[in-house]
């Protein structure tokens, strides 16, 4: 599998410049949980490499070289400074010990590389080779390479099973005695999942300490009260923590009656998770004195970090790369800690203690956290775990999903959000996490994209939030607009069983209460039924006969808590209802506390798979079979929520779609060829026949002549419009549609200006909106509504993340205000559905496969029964360095 290193071939006038600067150190993390930091060579690393050839065996050397070789400085310096054009290489280092080298070098064929790479002896079946592989294949990709070669001999079994295990289509040959292994590069869906399913399995192993540790050390932890760290390792051993802690602090006293330490290397214990409370300026020495112990999570509360400008952020960046370099796990800096009900693990500073669950919390706020925790106490809701992830430097979000999908004692999860690391990820994760198990999220702030210059209607409808918008509802994310509404979901999510539809009775004490609770069912997108025949007389059996039995049921004042717990039942069992909201005022009859337990024998009785709601005036008892919300329209919200839930779960997952017809190379010689800006008319059409998007036949006229010769060829009427690149032709007079004659057509050059541009008059059908919107944060966001000239002001674009799925496209076409102008508005034509489907989609994958298209707007498309057509195309251009991410999970 080595490869021979050679000269720049002639033929080598590559398709894409390629950049000529070395990657930026990625952090992969490995099947046992270990994280390891990769890195371009450099001439410094010459004696580690001489070091790392030493130490292989000599089968290793062998099956890297195909054959006996001098391990010596020339060896080492095939691989260092490298122009990353031509070859590149990679290593990965744990604990100042070089542990893996690959390396590719361009072919004879200037897209195909031949790759290659060995990793130590002792680590093999970590999982080393196939993350280098990963990384590899993607610097290479960068720079214009889509395929890989590689020579293994049959003996390296080891070798082959990482290319196996990759997720890469391979094709293999065997010649003379060798493999031939060739793969394309790209990453394709199916090799996506697959990395996917390896970051899931590492990444819950890293994260076991933190949640399950036997020992936790609390270096910080004052004998004083009122210190951060003094009451954070008293709530260790108040939270009745199953394993064993310890105390480190300068003096080595004593705390909470614990044996205290002067260092972590006196403890006899092997110490799973370290909980950090030092100031600031002593953290690294805390971290390195942790991470020299083989401790594998740190947890970090001390702040004066990234949250304080440059200084602090560069502070960060070297905790972060001293954990890396010990293949360790980070949760913070600057947060509240963690909280574990499986091993009663409360290492917070929170002053109450962490009210036990089946919920899962992560908080970028501390302060939200702590506020959070508080109400939840109130309400009555547990928690299975709560985790401050601070400044995220490490330890994400992204991450607690992956952990929270497999705990079995977490039913709920709940985010509160500032920002995204990787939300591409994040979409992934939540989208599969979210199938099983309900994901509610509490955002703030904005993603940036509010800043962006909304100079196409596409980006004027993509207002700041429409990215996040869009994320939340294609991963299945459910997301509160205030922490009461988090909070009145999560009581529903974690109590009750979904509803199958909309459909819900209320019971109630007080008709107007009923009324109240009707309207905000309404509000909230429920609908009140008509009871079944069969229930109406049984209601009436059960209740006076001054009593209404119709939905709402109003049985009175003189109701009392045996009314409420015989008809609750009745109500519940109506195959009409798919969830009963029970209403309570006290009167002289009955007392909430008898009502709450009436309400919760009836639901013991009988077993429903429907939720029961309850807002009971005046009663102090909770339930476990009862959902309890303090007004009528909390409850009302909440299960709006839960209804959302039950629909999206129905929906179908879909699948990421092949486009077809697509010239990639074409694509990308346009770019090539254009100037950060407004494309051309002549360069949108070429980008957009490249991907085969449909757009309608135009000519550009120099002058008036010109222009009445396009008419004439074309058939009256036509469209005379502005050539300008980038021109809002309605809103500056650059357009005259329905133009019926050669006198007609040279007034509108007149007026416009030339050079104009002339088409056939698109007549009938629907117009709609089409277009993408890169944001700084999410990528390309897909946008599809009404279109014309009233497109902003009736709004209601609809936007998804790329890559779209055919559901994502379906739903994006069919939804809205667009969805009924494609169905067919007040007796119009349906439109051709499928053909919209496709046009998002291939919209979805210009977005993806080029970043530098910052607008484009397809304003308006002309559906028909049979097709639809783009008459109008603006498309903006603007090369914006990516921001290198060294985290890849």
């Known amino acids: 599998m080595a490869f021979t290193p050679r000269a720049p071939s002639a033929e080598t006038a590559y398709a894409e410049p390629g950049v000529a600067t070395a990657p930026a150190p990625v952090d992969v993390i490995l099947r046992d949980g270990r994280t390891l930091r990769l890195r371009a060579a450099v001439g410094a690393d010459v004696p580690g490499l001489i070091a790392f050839f030493a130490a292989l065996s000599p089968e290793s050397l062998y099956s890297r070289f195909h054959g006996v070789v001098s391990v010596d400085e020339a060896l080492a310096r095939q691989f260092v400074d490298l122009d990353w054009n031509e070859r590149g290489s990679l290593l990965g280092m744990l604990e100042d010990r070089i542990v893996c080298l690959g390396s590719w070098a361009r072919w004879r064929e200037p897209r195909t590389a031949e790759a290659a790479f060995v990793v130590a002896d002792d680590l093999h079946g970590q999982g080393i080779g196939t993350r280098l592989l990963e990384r590899l294949a993607a610097g290479a990709a960068e720079v214009g390479i889509e395929r890989f070669v590689a020579e293994v001999l049959p003996a390296n079994a080891a070798m082959l099973g990482v290319f196996a295990e990759s997720g890469l289509e391979l094709t293999r040959q065997l010649e003379g005695g060798v493999f031939e292994i060739e793969f394309p590069i790209t990453q394709t869906a199916a090799y996506i999942e697959r990395v996917d399913r390896r970051d899931h399995v590492a990444v819950v192993g890293s994260l076991r300490p933190f949640f399950e540790p036997r020992t936790v050390a609390v270096i910080g932890a004052s004998p004083r009260r009122r210190t951060i760290g003094g009451e954070l390792f008293r709530n260790v051993l108040a939270g009745g923590f199953t394993g064993a802690a310890y105390p480190v602090n300068r003096t080595g006293e004593s705390v909470g009656g614990v044996r205290g330490y002067t260092e972590l290397s006196e403890i006899p214990d092997k110490i799973d998770l370290a909980v950090i409370c030092v100031p600031g300026q002593h953290v690294m020495s805390a971290a390195e004195s942790a991470l020299a112990a083989g401790v594998r999570a740190l947890c970090v509360i001390s702040a004066g970090f990234a949250e304080t400008g440059a200084g602090g952020r560069e502070r960060q960046e070297r905790l972060l790369g001293l954990v890396r370099s010990h293949g360790a796990r980070l949760l913070g800096p600057n947060c509240l800690g963690i909280a574990s009900a499986v091993v009663g693990l409360n290492a917070t500073f929170a002053a109450r203690p962490v009210p036990t669950g089946n919920i899962g919390f992560s908080s970028q706020s501390g302060a939200l956290g702590l506020a959070f925790l508080e109400a939840a106490a109130t309400r009555g809701l547990g928690l299975s775990a709560f985790v401050s992830i601070g400044n995220k430097a490490d330890v994400s979000s992204n991450d607690l999903l992956e952990w929270w999908q497999d705990d079995e004692r977490t039913d709920v999860v709940l985010l509160y959000l500032e920002s995204f690391g990787n939300p591409r990820k994040f979409a992934r994760v939540a989208r599969r996490l979210a199938r099983s198990k309900p994901i509610l999220a509490l955002k703030s702030g904005t993603t940036g994209s509010g800043a962006r210059a909304a100079s196409s209607h596409t980006a004027a409808l993509a207002g700041s939030e429409a990215a996040v918008d869009a994320v939340f509802h294609q991963a299945g994310v459910f997301r509160a607009e205030t922490l009461e509404e988090l909070l009145d979901a999560t009581a529903l999510l974690a109590s009750q069983p979904l509803p199958r539809g909309r459909r819900v009775g209320v019971l109630t004490n007080a008709g107007g209460l009923g009324i109240l609770c009707a309207d905000a069912c309404e509000a909230a997108g429920l609908a009140l039924p008509a009871f079944s025949p069969e229930t109406e007389t049984a209601l009436r059996a059960l209740l006076p006969s001054e009593a209404s039995v119709a939905n709402p049921i109003d049985m009175l004042g003189s109701a009392t808590a045996t009314h409420y717990e015989s008809v609750l039942p009745v109500v519940s069992a109506d195959p009409r209802v798919d969830a009963v909201i029970v209403l309570f005022v006290p009167p002289v009859t009955a007392g909430g506390d008898e009502v709450a337990a009436a309400l919760d024998a009836a639901l013991a009785s009988k077993h429903s798979e429907k939720p029961v709601l309850g807002v009971l005036l005046g009663?102090?008892?909770?339930?476990?079979?009862?959902?309890?919300?303090?007004?009528?329209?909390?409850?009302?919200?909440?299960?709006?929520?839960?209804?959302?839930?039950?629909?999206?779960?129905?929906?179908?997952?879909?699948?990421?779609?092949?486009?077809?017809?697509?010239?990639?190379?074409?694509?990308?010689?346009?770019?090539?060829?254009?100037?950060?800006?407004?494309?051309?008319?002549?360069?949108?059409?070429?980008?957009?026949?490249?991907?085969?998007?449909?757009?309608?036949?135009?000519?550009?006229?120099?002058?008036?002549?010109?222009?009445?010769?396009?008419?004439?060829?074309?058939?009256?009427?036509?469209?005379?419009?502005?050539?300008?690149?980038?021109?809002?032709?309605?809103?500056?007079?650059?357009?005259?549609?329905?133009?019926?004659?050669?006198?007609?057509?040279?007034?509108?050059?007149?007026?416009?200006?030339?050079?104009?541009?002339?088409?056939?008059?698109?007549?009938?059908?629907?117009?709609?909106?089409?277009?993408?919107?890169?944001?700084?944060?999410?990528?390309?966001?897909?946008?599809?509504?009404?279109?014309?000239v009233l497109a902003e002001l009736i709004g209601d674009a609809g936007f998804r993340i790329a890559p779209l799925t055919d559901a994502d496209a379906a739903e994006l076409v069919h939804a809205g205000k667009a969805g009924r102008l494609v169905a067919g508005f007040r007796g119009g034509a349906a439109a051709d559905s499928a053909a919209l489907e496709e046009l998002v989609l291939r919209l979805s994958r210009l977005g993806e496969e080029l970043p530098e298209v910052a607008e484009l707007d397809l304003n308006p498309v002309i559906a028909v029964a049979d097709g639809c057509v783009a008459v109008d195309a603006r498309i903006r251009i603007e090369r914006v360095p990516r921001e290198a991410r060294a985290k890849t999970w």
């Open 619 to 788: 009663a102090s008892i909770g339930s476990a079979r009862l959902a309890r919300f303090d007004y009528p329209e909390s409850a009302a919200r909440a299960l709006g929520r839960a209804a959302e839930r039950a629909e999206w779960l129905r929906r179908p997952a879909g699948a990421e779609v092949e486009v077809d017809r697509i010239d990639l190379d074409s694509a990308r010689a346009v770019l090539g060829d254009a100037a950060d800006g407004w494309l051309t008319p002549t360069q949108g059409r070429a980008l957009l026949g490249a991907f085969g998007i449909p757009v309608v036949d135009e000519r550009q006229a120099e002058d008036e002549e010109g222009a009445v010769a396009a008419a004439d060829d074309f058939g009256y009427p036509v469209v005379v419009k502005s050539a300008a690149p980038g021109a809002h032709k309605t809103e500056t007079g650059g357009v005259a549609v329905d133009v019926r004659g050669a006198r007609e057509v040279r007034d509108a050059v007149a007026r416009i200006g030339a050079p104009v541009l002339v088409q056939p008059y698109v007549r009938g059908g629907a117009e709609l909106l089409a277009g993408v919107v890169q944001d700084p944060v999410f990528g390309p966001l897909v946008a599809f509504g009404p279109g014309g």
